[in-house]
């Protein structure tokens, strides 16, 4: 079952902050995240692994709560290049590396 | 250094034909994934190769579906039959391999079935 993302969508004026939260009802190995703008490649922002880690570079952090199976990222003082569709992928583990992919944030940043 | 490359970027196609997709991965990495992305959707996955063993095929919607990757390096995603349904952006991924998890993706091949 594909992870659940929450807002759907969110509008923000620049220099505003956001949060964007991934929930998965299967136990995680690790949570990639992805932005997406439109008709180009998702660009990989950045890797959590189990374990409650916090990762973060310039002003988009990420945490990873492993029991509760959700992460959030988090967007700060938010610029124009932010916009797009931001994806958690996540890894349940096993043989493969697939991602299973959630249902997607679109994130509008207004000057 | 060069990123993931996949050809052709745009395919039209008419219903029945059969099309092939390529994907030539960053150099040196070891895992290969082919996502289908619907428009407005997120990825989901059809494949995964490590060198050229087919390792998941799980994600195939029919057999009318092929991977392959035969040496390692290139893989090419084949559609017997097209339908119109199976219009969509197919991306390939690759990673290093082992603990190095990290998927960077191509621009991916526009598919349209009339």
């Known amino acids: 079952q594909q992870p659940v993302q929450s807002p759907q969508a969110v509008i923000l004026r620049e220099g505003e902050d956001a949060v964007i939260n991934c929930s998965s009802s299967?136990?995680?190995?690790?949570v990639h995240w992805y932005r997406q703008k439109h008709g180009e490649a998702p660009v990989f922002l950045m890797i959590l692994l189990k374990g409650g880690e916090q990762k973060g570079h310039d002003k988009i952090s990420a945490s990873f709560n492993e029991k509760k199976q959700q992460s959030s990222l988090y967007l700060t003082a938010s610029q124009l290049s932010y916009s797009g569709t931001y994806f958690c992928?996540?890894?349940?583990?096993?043989?493969?590396?697939?991602?299973?992919f959630g249902t997607g944030t679109l994130l509008a940043v207004q000057p | 250094g060069a990123g993931v490359s996949q050809s052709p970027r745009y395919k039209v196609a008419k219903r029945g034909q059969d099309v092939a997709l390529r994907c030539d991965p960053i150099?040196?990495?070891?895992?290969l994934f082919w996502y289908q992305q619907a428009l407005g959707q997120g990825p989901e996955f059809l494949t995964y190769?490590?060198?050229?063993?087919?390792?998941?095929k799980s994600g195939l919607p029919s057999d009318r579906f092929f991977a392959e990757r035969p040496e390692g390096s290139v893989s090419t995603l084949k559609i017997q039959r097209t339908q119109q349904e199976d219009s969509a952006v197919y991306l390939c991924a690759s990673s290093l391999g082992g603990n190095q998890e990290t998927q960077y993706f191509g621009p991916g091949t526009r598919l349209l079935v009339l």
């Open positions: 150099s040196g990495h070891v895992s």
């Open positions: 190769f490590q060198n050229e063993a087919q390792l998941d």
């Open positions: 992928g996540t890894r349940t583990g096993g043989a493969t590396n697939k991602l299973i």
């Open positions: 299967k136990a995680l190995y690790s």
